[in-house]
């Protein structure tokens, strides 16, 4: 298996307080080619600070999969559709991996260009 680095990915790490509102997110983001895969994992417990009460409530993660120059277009796309008045939405790296998963990411991501 090859492998290839790269510095053209990474995921977008966003937690949501349903699994609803995660796969609407994840539905609209691939419609729009902004992600080649929305990972969304089963409920987890978060502990937080917030308006100086410490608060305990379940969420739902998603790990988005796309590209480095779509960051921005990403989190714009998405923050319409989070309920959270201040989510998260954090980049993490991706160094490398297996070559034909990432010509597939590239593929999936991939722009129309615009004719003008």
């Not at 992600?35 to 379940?58: D, H, I, L, R």
């Not at 959270?84 to 010509?103: H, M, R, T, V």
Request: aromatic share 12%; with cysteine; proline share 6%.
């Amino acid at each position: 298996m090859k492998t290839e680095s790269s510095v053209d990915f990474c995921f977008i790490y966003s937690t949501f307080p349903n699994t609803e509102s995660a796969h609407a997110a994840a539905r609209t983001l691939l419609s729009e080619k902004l992600a080649a895969c929305v990972n969304v994992y089963p409920p987890m417990t978060s502990f937080y600070a917030w308006k100086g009460k410490q608060e305990k409530e379940t969420e739902i993660a998603a790990f988005i999969k796309t590209r480095r120059n779509l960051v921005d277009q990403t989190i714009a796309a998405l923050r319409p559709l989070h309920p959270y008045s201040i989510p998260c939405f954090l980049i993490l790296p991706i160094q490398g991996g297996n070559s034909d998963y990432l010509a597939w990411v590239r593929k999936q991501t991939e722009q129309q260009q615009s004719t003008s």
